[in-house]
C-alpha cells in the first residue's frame, strides 16, 4: 500500500525547517518553561503563531507531558485559515510529516467518527494549514511515538465539536488539543484587558466565547460543551501576546495556554 503523506506547510516560516535547529528551540522553550502548577492533562489549549510570538506559551502547555508514556493518541483540532469547511475535515492521508520525522494518523479512528454528518474528508482543507502543523514538534519532542487525529474546524456548532470530541474521548492513552490564538491586533493594554477576560470565561466553564476573543473559538466552544460530562479542573498555565515575546505593542495578538486534569495525578 502507497503511503501518503502531508509534507509539512510552514517549516521555514513559522517554525525553523532544520531538524536540529527545530528540535534545539523546541527543547530550549521547554526548559525554560515553568508552569505554576503540576497536572495530568487530558485536554490543552495552546496557541499556533510562528514559534518566536508564541512558542514559550505553547511551551507552558506541552512541558507537563514530558515523561508521560500513556498517551498514544493525540486528538488535534483547529481552526481553518485558508479553505472554507462546512463541519470538522479529516485528511486522506496515512501521516503528517515534520523536519523531526512522520506521525502516524490514526486512521481507524478517524474512520469511527466519519459516519457523523459535521465531519467531512478534505485534504486542501489541511495542506496548507498552519493551526495544527505547529503543535506537532512540541508533541514529537515530549511525547515521541504516538497517533494523531487531526481535525480542521471551520462552520460548525458547539455541539458538533462536543459530539466529536465525546466518541473521540477515550482513556488516559488520549490527549485532546486545541489549538487557538486569543485576540488579534489590538492595542497592548486592552489585548491584555479583553484576553483576561477570555481567559476567566474558559476557568470558570462558561461559554460561548467568540471568534474575536479567540480564532480557535468553535473548538475551544466544543470543548468547554464536552467538559460538562467530564469531571475536569482547568488551569491557565500562561496569558501573554506579541508584544510580550517578540512584536511592538501597537497591534498585539493574544496567547493563552491551559490544561484540563487532575491535579497532583502526574
Known amino acids: ?35 505554576a502548577i503540576r497536572v495530568c492533562p487530558k485536554a490543552l ?27 498514544s493518541r493525540v486528538v488535534l483540532l483547529g481552526p481553518v485559515h485558508r479553505v472554507p469547511v462546512s463541519g470538522l475535515a479529516l485528511p486522506e492521508v496515512d501521516s503528517f510529516s515534520t523536519p523531526l520525522g512522520d506521525i502516524p ?33 512540541f508533541l514529537q519532542r515530549v511525547l515521541g511515538e504516538f497517533r494523531l ?32 490564538d486569543l485576540s488579534h491586533y489590538l492595542p497592548y493594554d486592552q489585548a491584555k484587558k479583553v484576553d483576561q477576560i477570555t481567559a476567566d470565561i474558559i476557568l470558570a466553564g462558561e461559554w460561548p466565547i467568540h471568534h474575536e476573543q479567540a480564532c ?16 475536569l479542573t482547568p488551569h491557565l498555565l500562561d496569558l501573554r501576546n506579541s508584544g510580550d515575546t517578540a512584536g511592538d505593542r501597537q497591534r498585539v495578538v493574544g496567547y493563552g495556554a491551559f490544561v484540563f486534569g487532575q491535579s497532583d495525578q502526574i
Open 149 to 180: 487525529v487531526p481535525l480542521a474546524v471551520g462552520d460548525a456548532s458547539s455541539k458538533d465539536v462536543a459530539e466529536v470530541l465525546d466518541l473521540l474521548w477515550g482513556g488516559d492513552e488520549t490527549l485532546i488539543v486545541i489549538s487557538s
Open 216 to 231: 480557535g473559538a468553535t473548538p475551544i466552544n466544543g470543548l468547554l460543551a464536552a467538559l460538562g460530562r467530564h469531571a
Open 105 to 137: 494518523l490514526d486512521k481507524a479512528t478517524m474512520d469511527s467518527i466519519a459516519h457523523l454528518p459535521q465531519v467531512i474528508w478534505s485534504n486542501a482543507a489541511h495542506a496548507q494549514e498552519h493551526s495544527l502543523e505547529v503543535h506537532l514538534p
Open 45 to 71: 489549549i495552546a496557541p499556533h503563531a510562528g514559534y518566536v510570538y508564541s512558542g514559550p506559551v505553547a511551551a507552558s502547555a506541552y512541558i507537563l507531558l514530558q515523561g508521560m508514556k500513556r498517551i
Open 1 to 35: 500500500m502507497n503511503i501518503h503523506t502531508r509534507p509539512p506547510a510552514v517549516a521555514g516560516m513559522f517554525y525553523p525547517a532544520d531538524t536540529n535547529t527545530l528540535s534545539q528551540q523546541v527543547d530550549t522553550m521547554l526548559v525554560q518553561a515553568n508552569p
